[in-house]
């Protein structure tokens, strides 16, 4: 692991509890009791995750959090309180934290929910002010879909299927809201998310291309399909073209090795793709 972590709470049992959980792992920990002391910080050195705390004297967390955000827009933020009131936790989630731990924790569930901020941080996910896609119409359609499944086991994964299907992909303004509205840990949502492939956490274009890098592929040529179709396209995998119409994913197996190099656009599987045709297979789709 790796990564500059600062944390933020008036307890020093706190700070000194983080420190000795995550600097083990791999983490640059830096802990301050107040909020003006960690502002000051953030004009002096770049993190990449805050821990903070939201009852504070002087500075409350929800204050530190708005200045924090002035200073870094994108930054991920982990709440962490003793007093999880729902006005607090809702006023925290409007400044898109990424996620918040009541006290007392242990140290698993802290390794854990910082381990999903980091894995959000690196793939480019950062906490969004404003989705094109998420309007009033979506939240209200959102909140249906959570309506009618809140109550039944296993609940999660068919609200995903049903909100990526809605939004088109699953940024975290829609994870926060499944999460609130399924009384989930952001945490354990995102970790689903992340887990599927099926899922993806980034906008995917009018034709999202997968191709499968599994053994059987790989040593058909399926390495020579995605450097056809990145050059060809102008983009890298995990990136959509300029005009929204293709995206482009790998994944390491479609259960279709029999058919190998296969790649699928949209809803259409082709199976022994020859490298050399690769852009044909899109002539349909322009």
Avoid: W
């Avoid at 940024?171 to 970790?191: A, D, K, Q, Y």
């Amino acid at each position: 692991m790796d990564g500059n972590i600062l944390v933020v709470d008036d307890e020093k049992i706190v700070l000194k509890s983080c420190e000795k959980v995550l600097a083990p792992e791999g983490y640059k920990v830096s802990t301050v009791a107040s909020g003006r002391e960690a502002l000051d910080l953030l004009d002096k050195n770049r993190y990449d995750l805050i821990i903070t705390d939201i009852k504070m004297p002087e500075m409350d967390g929800i204050e530190f959090i708005r200045q924090a955000r002035k200073k870094n827009t994108d930054i991920n933020i982990i709440v962490i309180t003793g007093y999880p009131s729902q006005e607090s936790i809702r006023e925290a989630l409007s400044l898109r934290i990424v996620d918040y731990l009541p006290k007392p924790f242990s140290p698993t569930i802290l390794l854990d929910v910082v381990t999903r901020a980091m894995e959000m941080k690196k793939i480019g996910v950062a906490p969004q002010p404003d989705v094109e896609d998420y309007t009033e119409e979506i939240a209200s359609k959102l909140d249906a879909i959570i309506k009618k499944s809140r109550n039944k086991l296993g609940s999660l994964i068919p609200v995903l299927q049903e909100a990526q299907e809605l939004v088109g992909y699953l940024p975290p303004v829609v994870l926060r809201h499944i999460s609130r509205g399924l009384r989930i840990p952001l945490s354990e949502v995102h970790g689903v998310v992340s887990f599927y492939s099926y899922f993806t956490m980034k906008p995917r274009g009018k034709h999202n291309i997968r191709i499968c890098l599994g053994t059987a592929c790989y040593v058909k040529g399926a390495e020579e399909i995605v450097k056809k179709l990145t050059e060809n396209l102008h983009i890298d995998v995990g990136s959509v073209t300029e005009d929204k119409k293709f995206s482009l994913e790998s994944v390491r197996c479609l259960g279709a090795c029999g058919l190998a190099p296969v790649v699928v656009i949209g809803k259409d599987t082709h199976g022994s793709v020859n490298p050399v045709d690769t852009m044909d297979l899109l002539t349909n789709y322009q």
